[in-house]
């Protein structure tokens, strides 16, 4: 289904019946990426899943795509649904804009899932690596994007995910270079909503992977520190519904019930 927005199409799903569940997918990545999830879900709740701004069927907004866009996209999309309880499930790129949601719309948030994200701001080490690959990206955009996919993965399991890489490799490349820019660029000016995670009155769930190369298990475990968080460290990287997929499904069967 498609909702005009700003003179943009936002392209989202809804299937199922039930508590709602809501499921926003990483960088690079779209709706597709939730098709396991969704089966599995639907079967007790209602399931939507939403493209973010430039990824997938929806169109990019801009030049700079910040978190608070991206959420107030969200905002459309449910308001148009009528959608006034959701559990909120986000990965990487997604949970950022969850928690961005969360801010302007704490009272529509019944749990919320970072899966492999983290409520931080970026480091500076991490604002220089991202200014590279946007460098990189302008001239040279189709490796940056295969080799960024792989590097997702924990080494040890490349190989054997090798199908699913290349497949998430094609669905990455139909991201245009204005999205990937505009949403580095997002990412680099995202502030820390750290405050906004602990104060969420509702279930709170960290999923991470031991090995993930983007995100410090060490980082992950100080947020056990804040009120409320549950946090379940899964044996992978970045691609927890690949790499775990089995006890990550259960993980979020559970978490929505």
Not at 38 to 62: N, R, W
């Amino acid at each position: 289904m498609i909702l005009t927005y700003k003179g943009i199409s936002i392209a989202y799903s809804v299937s199922g019946q039930g508590k709602t569940v809501t499921l926003l997918h990483g960088f690079l990545e779209n709706s597709t990426m939730w098709k396991d999830t969704v089966t599995v879900l639907e079967k007790t709740h209602q399931v939507i899943t939403i493209d973010l701004l430039g990824h997938g069927k929806t169109e990019c907004l801009g030049y700079v795509h910040t978190m608070e866009d991206f959420a107030n996209a969200i905002n459309v999309v449910l308001t148009h649904l009528n959608i006034t309880s959701t559990t909120l499930i986000g990965h990487s790129l997604g949970g950022y804009v969850a928690l961005a949601f969360a801010e302007i719309k704490p009272e529509l948030i019944k749990g919320l899932c970072l899966m492999n994200s983290t409520p931080f701001a970026d480091s500076q080490e991490r604002i220089l690596l991202r200014n590279r690959a946007i460098k990189v990206a302008k001239s040279n955009y189709e490796n940056l994007v295969s080799m960024s996919i792989s590097n997702l993965f924990f080494e040890d399991n490349r190989l054997r995910f090798e199908k699913e890489i290349e497949h998430i490799k094609t669905e990455a490349l139909k991201t245009p270079l204005q999205s990937y820019v505009a949403t580095q660029e997002g990412m680099k000016i995202r502030i820390d909503r750290t405050a906004i995670l602990e104060n969420l009155n509702c279930k709170k769930l960290i999923i991470a992977g031991k090995n993930d190369p983007i995100l410090s298990k060490s980082d992950v475990l100080h947020l056990e520190q804040l009120n409320g968080i549950t946090i379940t460290i899964l044996d992978g990287g970045h691609m927890s519904h690949i790499e775990n997929k089995e006890e990550f499904l259960q993980e979020i069967v559970r978490f929505s019930e």
